[in-house]
């Protein structure tokens, strides 16, 4: 069973940078495709960013694209989300999905797998 573990979060002030880390156990990342997402109080788990695991293709929500990058470090089986220019609206809990297969997606019914989620929290 392929495990997730999320790790980065923290407070930043606005304009600020954090770098999460999504760390695969218990099967190879290979053979998924990684998303990252977000859920702040009261609000529905959106998705912010995915790369797919066969030619490494990034796709980002208009709301980040810009500003995040993911990448991943497939000798380590780990997924990362850089994120700059962090604004307020940022704040949330920050997930990491697995989706099996070649293709993409932003949508969290898409994933299979989940992380334990991450607290980013944007403020002055």
């Known amino acids: 069973q392929l495990q997730l573990v999320e790790s980065g979060g923290g407070l930043v002030q606005p304009g600020g940078s954090l770098r999460l880390s999504c760390a695969a156990s218990?099967?190879?990342?290979?053979?998924?495709?990684i998303g990252w997402f977000r859920q702040a109080p009261g609000k529905e788990r959106e998705g912010v960013a995915c790369?797919?695991?066969?030619?490494?293709?990034?796709y980002y929500s208009e709301s980040v694209k810009g500003r995040f990058t993911i990448s991943r470090d497939n000798a380590k089986d780990t997924v990362y989300l850089q994120m700059n220019s962090l604004k307020p609206e940022d704040t949330a809990v920050y997930y990491c999905?697995?989706?099996?297969?070649?293709?993409?997606?932003?949508?969290?019914?898409?994933?299979?797998?989940w992380g334990q989620g991450t607290q980013v929290t944007v403020s002055s």
């Open positions: 218990g099967y190879s990342l290979d053979y998924y495709a």
């Open positions: 790369i797919r695991n066969v030619d490494g293709t990034t």
């Open positions: 999905g697995a989706m099996p297969g070649s293709s993409w997606s932003l949508h969290p019914f898409e994933y299979t797998y």
